[in-house]
C-alpha cells in the first residue's frame, strides 16, 4: 500500500506512550441545566444515568487522549473541519480565534493531523463514520493517511475510503492565472463495513425533469415514470422515487456576511451541512463528535437532530460562541462545560 512520510513522521497506536504522557483530565467547570430529549432518554443515556453532552475547551492533543478511557470505540459519528493550512490567522474583529500558520512547516502539520486522525479511529464504533472537511491545500495529503490508518480494503467491501464529498459554493474570489477555487472536499471514511447510513434520508426526489437518457412515460392520470435500458435489462423508476444524493454537493451555500445564520466566527459552516451528514450518518441518540467545533455548529445540529454530542476546540472564542448559541436554544439537554488540564 502507498504511503506517505515527512520529515518527523511518527505513528501512535492504542499502547503508544503518547497517549498516556498527554492524556490529561478532564475538569467540569459549570453544568448547564436542561431537559433531556426523549431520544436520549430511550439510548439509556440519559442525565439520570449520568450522561450529559460535553463542551470541552482544549487542544485535541490533550481532549482526544483524555477522552478515550471512557469513549474508545463508542463514537457513533465524528466530524472534524480542522485548520486547512491555509498561512492565516482567523480574528473575530480584534480577538484572535486560532492561527493557521504552522510556521510554514507542512511537515508539523502533517504529524499534527495524522495523531488527531489514529485517536479519532481508536474513538470510532464499529459501525462508525468520519467525516473530514478541507480544501485542496491538503485534502489529497488526508487521504493517503487516512488510507494507511482506516486501512484500504482490496474488494471497497470492507471499512476505509467511502465518499470524497465536493461541497461547491459560488463565494470567494475569481483569480486570472487558473480555475476559480469553488468547492471544499469532505472525505468520509468508515471503521468498517457495517457502517450506518441512511441514503433514503437526504435523497433527492426523482422528480419530473429529465435525466440521462431516460425516457419519459406519461400514465393518463398524469403520473410520470421514467425507464432505461441498460446491459439488456429495463429499469423503470416513478417520479416520487427518492434518489440516493451524489457526493457533489452544490444546493447549500456558504453563509455570506448578512447571513442571519451567521455569528461572526470566521470559518463557520452551514447548520444544512451538518444535518445532511448527521441525518445520513447517525441515528436518534447516537454520540456525535467534533474536536475542532469552532462555532459550534455541529453541537448545534446534533442537538436538534436528538443526538449526543462531545464537542470540543482550544479557542476561547469559539467555546464563547458555542456555548450562547447553545443556551439560546429552546429546548436541550443538559451539557457540562469542561477543560483539560492544560488550561486549568
Ligand atoms: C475551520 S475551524 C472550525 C469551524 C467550525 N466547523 C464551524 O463551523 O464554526 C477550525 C477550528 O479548529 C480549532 N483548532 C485549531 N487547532 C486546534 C487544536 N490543536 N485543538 C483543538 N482545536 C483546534 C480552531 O480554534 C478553530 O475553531
Known amino acids: ?23 490529561a483530565q478532564l475538569y467540569t467547570v459549570e453544568t448547564f441545566p436542561g431537559s433531556p430529549l426523549e431520544s436520549v432518554v430511550l439510548s439509556g443515556q440519559s442525565p439520570a444515568n449520568g450522561w450529559y453532552n460535553r463542551l470541552i475547551c482544549g ?17 457513533d459519528l465524528i466530524y472534524i473541519d480542522p485548520p486547512f493550512m491555509t498561512g492565516r490567522d482567523f480574528t473575530s474583529g480584534t480577538q484572535l480565534a486560532y492561527s493557521d500558520k504552522w510556521k510554514n512547516d507542512l511537515d508539523v502539520y502533517l504529524q499534527w493531523l495524522y495523531e488527531a486522525f489514529a485517536l479519532l479511529h481508536i474513538l470510532l464504533a464499529e459501525h462508525g463514520s468520519l467525516y473530514v ?34 461541497w461547491h459554493y459560488q463565494t470567494g474570489g ?52 421514467w425507464t432505461i435500458r441498460s446491459a439488456g435489462r429495463l429499469y423503470t423508476y416513478d417520479e416520487d422515487t427518492i434518489m440516493t444524493l451524489s457526493d457533489v454537493w452544490s444546493d447549500i451555500s456558504h453563509l455570506h456576511q448578512k447571513d442571519p445564520e451567521r455569528n461572526g466566527y470566521a470559518t463557520q459552516k452551514p447548520a444544512a ?65 469542561q477543560r483539560s488540564e492544560a488550561y486549568v
Open 1 to 23: 500500500m502507498a504511503t506517505l512520510t515527512w520529515k518527523g513522521k511518527r505513528p501512535i497506536d492504542e499502547n503508544d506512550q503518547v497517549l498516556s504522557s498527554h492524556a
Open 59 to 75: 487542544d485535541k492533543s490533550f481532549v482526544l487522549p483524555a477522552l478515550l478511557p471512557e469513549f474508545a470505540r463508542a463514537v
Open 133 to 166: 472537511h478541507l480544501d485542496w491545500r491538503a485534502t489529497h495529503y488526508a487521504k493517503i493517511i487516512l488510507d494507511e490508518i482506516f486501512g484500504v480494503s482490496p474488494s471497497a467491501e470492507g471499512g476505509g475510503f467511502k465518499s470524497e464529498i465536493i
Open 174 to 225: 475569481r483569480s486570472y492565472k487558473t480555475y476559480a477555487r469553488k468547492h471544499d472536499t469532505i472525505l468520509l471514511y468508515t471503521k468498517t463495513d457495517r457502517y450506518c447510513f441512511h441514503g433514503e434520508r437526504i435523497g433527492e426526489r426523482r422528480g419530473s425533469q429529465k435525466r440521462n437518457h431516460m425516457r419519459k412515460h406519461v400514465d393518463p392520470d398524469g403520473h410520470i415514470t
Open 273 to 337: 451541512l451538518l444535518e445532511r451528514i448527521i441525518l445520513a450518518s447517525s441515528e436518534e441518540g447516537d454520540l456525535v463528535l467534533d474536536c475542532f467545533c469552532g462555532s459550534g455548529v455541529t453541537p448545534l445540529v446534533a442537538e436538534r437532530l436528538g443526538r449526543r454530542w462531545i464537542a470540543s476546540d482550544q479557542s476561547s472564542l469559539a467555546m464563547q460562541v458555542t456555548q450562547k448559541r447553545l443556551l439560546a436554544l429552546e429546548q436541550r439537554c443538559p451539557f457540562v462545560l
